[in-house]
């Protein structure tokens, strides 16, 4: 099932993607409400999916389909090419950073280059959604831990990103986290570590991999953080990008005002932002 947050007649919901259209779920609340209560609401939703009459996803705007994750983790260096092309050594032990709250844009919003900045990059990413969650969880274990996925976007300010050692300030600028365009549930993404993901430029392909590349994989990802937190319905793990950005071209290509970047997942859809500057 696809899942998606939508805005139209000024009233924000959540809806079933079923096809070219959006059928309104019905339930109250948000997104992680609705992935809180995934058990009881799942016969309902498909009962409404089959039965119920939509109307034209053209004529609502798509939201980022959590718009305020609980938490958004994200793991750098987890694809070979990338870790050479960034002069790093492979890493022992899995490297993660969160993005803001304040982050969350979007999948079709346009993307700020915040004043005084210049070095804005892409990185385009699976987007894996918890869904029961829980702590001390094994990798066996982890599949029945994720609700579904989305396409993201780990867009990067290069210059902040390596002011210090963190890299949590330069990951969440205001709208470097877009997101969607909706959720597909894990059991219709089917294998996770088998999809393609290609970011373009102004239609230009910059990045070409597949998740069956990830360092560590989605299942350790979950085992690894679970250690010491827990992991509730709704939070997001930017699961890696593959090599092609923009700092590692020669010469350096960031982004500019005016540029179009699109995302894409293989069974997920796309996302797709057209790069502003911060008024």
């Not at 239609?203 to 998740?211: H, I, L």
Request: charged share 20%; glycine share 12%.
């Amino acid at each position: 099932m696809k899942l998606c947050t939508y805005t139209a007649d000024g009233k924000t919901r959540t809806g079933i993607v079923v096809g070219d259209t959006v059928i309104d779920s019905g339930v109250p609340g948000t997104m992680i409400d609705l992935i809180r209560d995934w058990d009881v609401q799942k016969p309902q939703l498909e009962a409404k999916a089959a039965a119920a009459a939509g109307v034209p996803l053209a004529s609502v705007r798509l939201e980022a389909p959590i718009q305020r994750p609980g938490k958004i983790f994200a793991i750098g260096l987890n694809y070979a090419d990338h870790i050479a092309e960034s002069n790093m050594a492979t890493p022992e032990r899995q490297v993660w950073f969160t993005k803001a709250q304040t982050s969350v844009n979007g999948p079709f919003d346009p993307i700020e280059i915040a004043k005084g900045t210049m070095t804005a990059d892409y990185e385009v990413e699976l987007v894996a959604v918890v869904g029961k969650g829980g702590k001390h969880i094994g990798a066996a274990d982890a599949p029945a831990a994720i609700f579904g996925y989305c396409v993201g976007n780990d867009v990067t300010e290069r210059m902040w990103q390596h002011a210090g050692p963190q890299w949590s300030l330069g990951k969440s600028f205001d709208t470097h986290a877009p997101m969607g365009p909706w959720i597909v549930t894990a059991d219709e993404a089917g294998d996770p570590h088998q999809l393609g993901l290609r970011c373009f430029v102004n239609g230009e392909k910059r990045q070409d991999s597949n998740t069956r590349h990830l360092v560590f994989n989605i299942w350790q990802q979950v085992e690894h953080l679970s250690i010491g937190m827990t992991l509730e319905p709704g939070d997001c793990l930017f699961t890696g990008t593959p090599g092609g950005v923009g700092a590692a071209m020669d010469p350096r290509q960031f982004l500019q005002a005016g540029d179009v970047v699109r995302c894409e997942v293989d069974g997920l859809g796309h996302i797709e932002g057209t790069m502003v500057a911060e008024g």
